[in-house]
């Protein structure tokens, strides 16, 4: 027997947002489901297995381009799946690389903890100060305080 779901049953079965689902479909991720005679949405199990796939590769950090490829992939079931792996080591390379990027941000987060260890009057906070005079400011800023 066929599941038959309007968009907010669908939403709490998946878990997933109606705004989101029905972006999804605009972005071509979840085909269109049909109408009621009230011109509700009416979606079925297969959206449900489809939103669960896009949710999970989301879960995944990965871009809807990604997903949607993946799809594309998956709809066509007698293909080689080489392409597939390639598109997953890539991922473990940009997660890799965030990682790398989180850690340097950790040591940013701790240096900057570090020039605060008591408390003090805010004008004299370590962190603050180091928020003020350094930064990604890339360009020769000077402000000036006279009158």
Same mark, same amino acid.
């Given at each position: 027997m066929q599941t038959v779901l309007k968009i907010?049953? $669908?939403?709490?079965?998946?878990g997933c947002q109606v705004e989101t689902i029905r972006f999804y479909e605009q972005e071509g991720l979840l085909p269109a489901p049909a109408r009621s005679q009230g011109n509700y949405r009416l979606y079925g199990d297969a959206h449900v297995e489809? $939103?669960?796939?896009?949710r999970h590769c989301r879960s995944l950090n990965m871009t809807l381009d990604d997903v949607r490829t993946l799809l594309q992939w998956r709809d066509a079931p007698n293909e080689n799946c080489s392409e597939v792996n390639v598109m997953l080591d890539q991922q473990i390379k940009r997660v890799s690389q965030r990682i790398t990027e989180l850690k340097v941000l950790q040591q940013q987060l701790k240096a900057l903890r570090s020039r605060c260890q008591d408390e003090h009057a805010v004008k004299d906070?370590?962190?603050l100060q180091g928020l003020t005079h350094a930064g990604p400011c890339q360009s020769d800023c000077s402000i000036s305080t006279s009158s």
């Amino acid at each position: 027997m066929q599941t038959v779901l309007k968009i907010g049953d $669908l939403s709490r079965c998946t878990g997933c947002q109606v705004e989101t689902i029905r972006f999804y479909e605009q972005e071509g991720l979840l085909p269109a489901p049909a109408r009621s005679q009230g011109n509700y949405r009416l979606y079925g199990d297969a959206h449900v297995e489809r $939103l669960q796939f896009i949710r999970h590769c989301r879960s995944l950090n990965m871009t809807l381009d990604d997903v949607r490829t993946l799809l594309q992939w998956r709809d066509a079931p007698n293909e080689n799946c080489s392409e597939v792996n390639v598109m997953l080591d890539q991922q473990i390379k940009r997660v890799s690389q965030r990682i790398t990027e989180l850690k340097v941000l950790q040591q940013q987060l701790k240096a900057l903890r570090s020039r605060c260890q008591d408390e003090h009057a805010v004008k004299d906070c370590g962190i603050l100060q180091g928020l003020t005079h350094a930064g990604p400011c890339q360009s020769d800023c000077s402000i000036s305080t006279s009158s």
